[in-house]
């Protein structure tokens, strides 16, 4: 059964903290993705990974950075948290054909 | 750049009825991809179906079918014989098949759909 997973579900950081925020996926899939979720904006897209330490800025990097060392592992990090990135982020994969496979979300709040 | 736009906030519907949902892009691509995607209340994103530019054929997938006008760019999702458990948000999507664009979905804002009881 394929499957994208994504820790935590639930985060509660402080404005100026760094979060870590992890995706796998069991499916070998080359291409992975972050986005994040805000009411009435659709998923906008933050960063792709074509591969191990192959990665593309999406439509809204600023704030962000990814790390994928291993093909089944990406990560999602912020740097310096700030209130406006308080928002729920999904992980997909996608394999060579057409359809992503998403992750559960994480629910990120920065007080 | 490519746009999807879905005018259709929420919607709601009496079950065991048909439903439509409306979705226009924009593309300069002659050749791309057309998705719809569906959020349950539990937050769980769920591909359901997908068009191909170049096909005429509307796609079909159990009790779900797209409504492809490509001269309008229009890809409408159907959905017959609604159930309560298609209560829920539907993205559409669209990914272009030109070199650096052919990874990249671009979503709609989505559509709440409510079908009552």
């Known amino acids: 059964d394929m499957k994208v997973t994504q820790m935590p579900r639930y985060l509660i950081k402080r404005m100026g903290e760094n979060v870590l925020l992890e995706c796998g996926q069991d499916?070998?899939?080359?291409?992975m993705y972050w986005y994040r979720q805000d009411p009435g904006l659709g998923l906008q897209l933050i960063y792709i990974?074509?591969?191990?330490?192959?990665?593309s800025e999406g439509d809204i990097p600023k704030g962000y950075r990814v790390s994928r060392k291993k093909r089944e592992h990406f990560s999602l990090i912020l740097d310096s948290a700030k209130t406006n990135q308080t928002s729920v982020y999904f992980c997909?994969?996608?394999?060579?054909?057409?359809?992503?496979?998403f992750g559960p979300g994480t629910r990120l709040t920065v007080l | 750049a490519q746009k999807v736009t879905q005018t259709q906030t929420s919607i709601s519907v009496m079950e065991k009825t048909t439903v439509t949902m409306d979705c226009v892009y924009e593309?300069?691509?002659?050749?791309?991809?057309l998705f719809w995607y569906k959020q349950t209340a539990s937050g769980e994103i769920v591909f359901l179906i997908r068009?191909?530019?170049?096909?005429?054929e509307n796609a079909t997938v159990g009790h779900y079918s797209l409504n492809f006008q490509k001269p309008k760019s229009s890809i409408g999702l159907i959905i017959t014989a609604t159930q309560i458990e298609d209560s829920a948000v539907y993205f559409c999507a669209m990914r272009e098949d030109l070199s650096g664009s052919f990874n990249k979905l671009t979503f709609g804002a989505g559509t709440r759909l409510a079908v009552c009881p």
């Open positions: 997909a994969s996608r394999d060579r054909g057409y359809e992503q496979y």
């Open positions: 499916m070998s899939h080359e291409t």
């Open positions: 593309t300069q691509d002659s050749s791309y991809f």
């Open positions: 990974s074509y591969d191990v330490d192959s990665n």
């Open positions: 068009q191909d530019s170049y096909k005429k």
